[in-house]
């Protein structure tokens, strides 16, 4: 998923003193998620779907949580707009 736009869209949404910490926050989060449990959460996935196939079968797991997420940013656009300061 492109999370290029995520950062920026952060910077909108709060008021310019509190905007490195904004930054921070959102990439700190990016990165505990994404690198630290989605690896681990496809491993926990393969082993529990059993020995063969199992480490695939996770990773179609993660590409449909991977779904899931863009969904929801995408229902989540709306309310950027109204929610930006100006």
């Known amino acids: 998923m492109n999370l290029a736009h995520s950062e920026p869209d952060a910077m909108m949404l709060v008021p310019p003193p509190v905007r490195a910490m904004a930054a921070a926050l959102t990439m700190f989060l990016f990165n505990l998620i994404g690198l630290g ?17 199992g480490l695939r079968r996770g990773m179609a797991c993660a590409t449909f949580g991977e779904l899931v997420a863009a969904s929801l940013s995408w229902t989540a656009r709306t309310s950027l707009v109204r929610d930006t300061i100006s």
Do not use: E, M, R, T
Request: proline share 12%; hydrophobic share 40%.
């Open 37 to 53: 449990l989605g690896p681990l959460c496809v491993g926990f996935l393969g082993d529990w779907l059993g020995p063969g196939n």
